[in-house]
């Protein structure tokens, strides 16, 4: 049976769940900080907010909001590290992208794709 991933590498330092697993840069722990963040951000949309809405369950939404909160600090924290490895253009999008659901997870396809079109250049 052909298996189309066969002969192709995939390094579990490098890609761990969708989750980028390189802390060795600034930009790598803000790439990681972003993707729980975006998770922690549907969870309290999507998950928390009708638990207290709908069925008056307070403690989810204090909870998960708390943690979502952390998280968005160490959001901030790290995008101000990455700034500079950034650019500004991205930072400020990566900025903006944080109110938006979802938003984290299209930055790290468009950071994905950038890491991709770099190692293509440089060949």
């Not at 761990?16 to 963040?37: H, K, M, Q, Y």
């Not at 500079?84 to 979802?102: D, E, H, I, Y």
Request: glycine content about 14%; proline content about 6%.
């Amino acid at each position: 049976m052909d298996n189309p991933g066969a002969g192709v590498a995939r390094s579990p330092a490098n890609v761990s769940l969708g989750v980028p697993v390189s802390p060795d840069t600034p930009v790598g722990r803000f790439r990681i900080v972003a993707f729980w963040e975006g998770i922690s951000y549907l969870v309290l949309l999507f998950i928390a907010m009708p638990l207290k809405y709908g069925l008056g369950m307070d403690m989810a939404v204090r909870v998960v909001g708390m943690a979502h909160g952390v998280l968005f600090m160490a959001y901030v924290a790290t995008l101000a590290l990455a700034w500079s490895q950034l650019g500004t253009r991205l930072g400020w999008m990566a900025g903006v992208l944080s109110f938006v659901p979802g938003g984290t997870f299209w930055l790290e396809a468009r950071l994905r794709r950038d890491d991709g079109d770099a190692g293509r250049r440089a060949c």
